[in-house]
């Protein structure tokens, strides 16, 4: 995410500043990503902000998942994150259908060190999942791509969650747009994926008023 992205939450103006001020904060690798993806255009606002960077890093350390699968990788900045923090042995599966995107990920990824940690599968998610073992193995999934598309990929993913996997979900607010019934478009997709979350008894949930919005999902 980058400063043009538009939010469902925005921060008082006393804390814009402090708030991003006591997260860690992007190394010299990173930084160069952000600013790499910024150079793309309005695109770049898909990009997760340095927070989010940070609580995915720290979730993939919390939980000590060996087994990460990501949806929606654009430039990889999240994907550097979760790798960063994946223990010796620990693989995390990228999926995206850009060649474009994901080469400015490859480079971070070699600069950062942790290349040999990521599959990147150019190719429809879901022909990836769908091709996956269907017994419950994955760690942690990280789920970011187009809306519509959201139940089809929890739909594939949850069967594969190990219990007590975690699952991440961005954009679950959709620039606020989520709290109008009529809303259209991605944002409706959105709102009908929060309900179908939330009547999903296979899983326990929280949505989170961070950034854009973030669901976590915990595997009964």
């Not at 814009?16 to 010299?28: E, G, M």
């Not at 693989?91 to 950062?112: F, H, N, P």
């Not at 979900?169 to 929060?194: K, Q, S």
Request: with cysteine; hydrophobic share 45%; proline share 6%.
């Amino acid at each position: 995410m980058t400063e043009s992205r538009i939010l469902a939450v925005d921060l008082p103006a006393g804390l814009r500043q402090y708030v991003p001020a006591q997260n860690p904060q992007p190394d010299p690798v990173e930084q160069e990503l952000i600013d790499r993806t910024r150079e793309l255009g309005g695109v770049a606002g898909m990009q997760v902000s340095p927070a989010q960077a940070a609580l995915l890093r720290f979730l993939v350390g919390l939980t000590g998942a060996r087994n990460v699968v990501e949806i929606g990788t654009f430039t990889g900045y999240s994907t550097l994150a979760m790798a960063r923090a994946l223990p010796d042995g620990g693989r995390l599966t990228a999926c995206d259908v850009s060649r474009e995107w994901t080469a400015l990920g490859q480079e971070a990824w070699a600069k950062a060190g942790v290349a040999d940690r990521i599959d990147l599968r150019i190719a429809p998610a879901l022909e990836t999942l769908r091709a996956m073992p269907a017994e419950p193995r994955i760690d942690m999934a990280f789920l970011d791509a187009d809306k519509e598309g959201y139940i089809a990929y929890w739909e594939e993913l949850v069967p594969r969650m190990r219990p007590g996997g975690l699952l991440v979900v961005d954009n679950t607010l959709f620039h606020g747009e989520v709290g109008d019934p009529g809303a259209t478009g991605a944002a409706a997709h959105i709102r009908a994926f929060n309900d179908h979350v939330r009547a999903d008894r296979r899983t326990e949930s929280v949505l989170l008023a961070l950034e854009d919005g973030v669901t976590l999902a915990r595997r009964l």
